[in-house]
């Protein structure tokens, strides 16, 4: 699987958007871009994904960049609930499994 | 429709101790993934069981084994427990283990190794 490059941490006040980065250079025609999310002491909990089209669902939007090397999550108002390790994660098209990075920790302020 | 459940929820057993670890499965999924998680590593895939039959590996040691049973319930097993061993364990399950679907994850077990 392709590896992917996200910041650290990030902080948001709350309802507010939020826009969390993905980077994804090395990602292959065949890899779909999936974003799950960890809040503390449960198990990841899936947020939303895509190929190359952007993606809207109820929890957030997936902009995809043209070129597909880029992808950003948008929560659109953030909450105190929405704080949590946000991770992006490429999967081919053959199904391999996920190969999770650091993540990205979202602190909300109320 | 319940989620993925996973028991017990916590663990402690002692060096060079075995434990053993269930998976539920959604009603329906097919494809039960285990992976392991520490504060060090991070989220590490361990395997992926699809219709009874392991179909994909992660790098950990022999020690680390599983199976998958004809109602789709898997078990993760561990021998000759290290300390090493103490992490967050989690399955996931999806109705085919394909990239275009996502996956559920259950809320682990927490093995404690002492």
């Known amino acids: 699987d392709a590896k992917t490059t996200q910041p650290n941490s990030m902080e948001s006040n709350e309802e507010e958007p939020v826009h969390l980065p993905c980077n994804h250079s090395t990602i292959s025609g065949t890899d779909y871009i999936h974003w799950y999310r960890q809040l503390p002491s449960q198990g990841p909990e899936y947020v939303i994904h895509g190929l190359t089209s952007n993606v809207n669902n109820r929890m957030a939007s997936l902009a995809i960049a043209e070129d597909r090397k880029s992808s950003t999550l948008i929560l659109h108002r953030a909450t105190l609930r929405d704080a949590a390790v946000y991770y992006c994660?490429?999967?081919?098209?053959?199904?391999?499994?996920?190969?999770f990075g650091p993540g990205t920790r979202l602190s909300v302020l109320p | 429709k319940a989620g993925v459940t996973q028991t017990p929820r916590y663990l402690i057993k002692t060096r060079g101790q075995q434990v053993t670890l269930s998976c539920s499965p959604i009603s329906g999924h097919r494809s039960v993934s285990w992976y392991q998680q520490t504060p060090g590593q991070g989220l590490q895939f361990l395997f992926e069981?699809?219709?009874?039959?392991?179909?994909n590996k992660g790098n950990f040691p022999g020690r680390f084994s599983g199976r998958q049973f004809s109602n789709s319930r898997s078990e993760m097993n561990v021998s000759t427990l290290e300390l090493g061993d103490s992490a967050l364990y989690l399955c996931?399950?999806?109705?085919?283990?394909?990239?275009?679907?996502?996956?559920?994850f259950g809320q682990g077990t927490r093995l404690t190794v002492v």
């Open positions: 069981y699809f219709s009874e039959t392991q179909r």
């Open positions: 996931a399950s999806s109705p085919l283990g394909g990239s275009y679907t996502e996956a559920f």
């Open positions: 994660i490429l999967r081919d098209g053959y199904g391999q499994n996920f190969v």
